[in-house]
């Protein structure tokens, strides 16, 4: 197949140039109806695309194949057997490839520092969650991937597991020993579902870490938009070999995806898959250099410190893109970092915590860019030094070790059963009913039916009170959490 070809982009300028005199939806039909002042915001060109697959982008029973056809070149284009472009982002991507290898009642492991979206899903089908512990950087308290000795004894505890889902690479870059984990997976007839939502670009580009699907995952999905152009909410869901039943993937994907998927974020994953496929190598040589060059200039500023290759677990990899930036040091709260490079230096990171901040750079960021949190995070330093500017100190947790995950009770019937609030600083040892996942980058790290422990329930009040960021408690407060009555 020709790699050059983007049938959505073909479709829909075919669109523009001669649009149709619609009588159904979407009922703004191409701009004609909608605001004039999201008009002014967002411009016409945006609504003009915004048409549906058949009797838009296709003929009335999709004839020409465009949507099709742009799933083949993609499955070749990462040397897969199968691809499908998603609308609602990797979690809808994570739940297709969930319903493909599992029913209620069945066993699938998670790496303990999955997304909510896989625990989200197995809450409700029913899914039996056994989870496997992380690497730990004690020094940056950051959980890395799986070990395959971790792997090896948690499928010796469940022989009937149906999947391992993991992720890598991680949130700071770091990939797992993919092919190790995947053969101890295969010798059990067990799937490989890799979470690999900020890894769509490695199999673009030498200088990235490997791609899971060459390493032997049977199942990987890609976050288009988090690093590589794509709108928000692209994705796409790779498998590759023959342990992974297609058919009932195709299935999944059919029973999840909307009838309505949006035109333009597809269109938008048909062009990144093309450039990508012409021309990744440049496109992430410049990304990389550009990093390279942040790396040097943050170097230079005393007290931060950065993740390295020499810091990672053996057989792993480190996506140079993804700079952890440690800044314990200077002893102050990450999140009161972050919050202070908004307000002064209009720099966002993609994450922070209790002592550190991440920084992504990707095809978008520009030397402009690297040369605003470079000159941000080196004007903060010299404040806090030379005492003109004061942020809220960083906080004593409990270490990410301390917080491993006991399940008391299966999580849907934990979820479902009579439930009662209580304070965070009393909850330990009960049963936690809800799920709480501090975002970025939604890790829960309390699941229903997790037995809540004294260090749980100090990391999550200590987090709290330090700025963290809980997605949906069921208390906006923060102050209580929902347990099993």
Request: hydrophobic content about 45%.
């Amino acid at each position: 197949m020709d790699q050059r070809e983007a049938p959505l982009l073909d479709a829909l300028t075919a669109v523009e140039r001669r649009p149709p005199h619609g009588f159904g939806a979407p009922g703004h039909h191409q701009g004609a109806g909608v605001s004039k002042a999201l008009l002014r915001l967002l411009g016409r060109r945006l609504f003009a695309a915004d048409v549906i697959t058949p009797k838009g982008l296709d003929d009335r029973t999709e004839g020409a194949h465009a949507l099709q056809r742009a799933h083949e070149i993609a499955a070749q284009a990462w040397n897969a057997d199968f691809c499908r472009f998603v609308t609602g982002g990797s979690t809808q991507s994570l739940h297709t490839a969930l319903a493909a290898v599992a029913g209620p009642g069945d066993t699938v492991l998670f790496a303990v520092n999955v997304h909510k979206a896989e625990r989200a899903y197995a809450l409700a089908a029913g899914i039996e969650a056994a989870i496997v512990p992380a690497i730990v950087d004690a020094d940056r308290d950051i959980e890395h991937g799986v070990a395959p000795e971790a792997l090896a004894a948690a499928l010796d505890a469940h022989p009937h597991a149906k999947a391992f889902v993991l992720v890598s690479p991680t949130y700071y870059g770091v990939t797992s020993d993919i092919a190790a984990l995947a053969d101890l997976c295969h010798d059990r007839g067990v799937a490989l579902i890799c979470d690999a939502a900020w890894g769509g670009a490695f199999a673009f580009c030498e200088r990235l870490p490997h791609d899971a699907l060459t390493k032997g995952a049977d199942i990987a999905v890609y976050s288009l938009h988090k690093t590589m152009g794509a709108l928000t909410q692209g994705s796409a869901l790779l498998a590759k070999g023959d342990r992974v039943d297609r058919q009932r993937l195709w299935m999944a994907y059919e029973l999840f995806e909307t009838t309505s998927p949006s035109v333009p974020i597809l269109a938008s994953l048909d062009a990144v898959r093309r450039d990508h496929a012409i021309d990744g190598e440049a496109i992430w040589g410049r990304v990389l250099d550009s990093a390279d060059d942040l790396r040097r200039r943050l170097a230079r500023i005393d007290g931060l410190s950065m993740l390295c290759e020499d810091d990672l677990p053996p057989n792993c990899e480190l996506d140079r893109s993804k700079l952890l930036i440690d800044c314990s040091a200077l002893g102050v709260s990450g999140y009161a970092l972050d919050d202070w490079l908004v307000a002064e230096h209009r720099v966002s990171v993609a994450i922070s915590g209790a002592n550190h901040l991440l920084a992504i750079v990707s095809p978008g960021t520009t030397a402009g860019d690297v040369r605003a949190l470079a000159r941000g995070l080196g004007d903060g330093v010299r404040r806090l030094r030379a005492g003109t500017l004061a942020l809220a100190p960083a906080p004593n947790l409990p270490g990410m070790a301390e917080l491993a995950v006991e399940m008391a009770m299966p999580g849907t019937q934990a979820f479902f059963a009579p439930a009662e609030r209580v304070p965070i600083a009393a909850a330990a040892g009960r049963i936690a009913a809800e799920l709480i996942a501090p975002a970025p980058p939604g890790v829960p790290r309390l699941v229903p039916g997790q037995r809540i422990g004294e260090a749980h329930a100090a990391w999550l009040a200590g987090s709290r009170d330090a700025g963290a960021f809980f997605l949906d408690p069921t208390d906006p407060s923060e102050r209580t959490v929902r347990v099993v009555a």
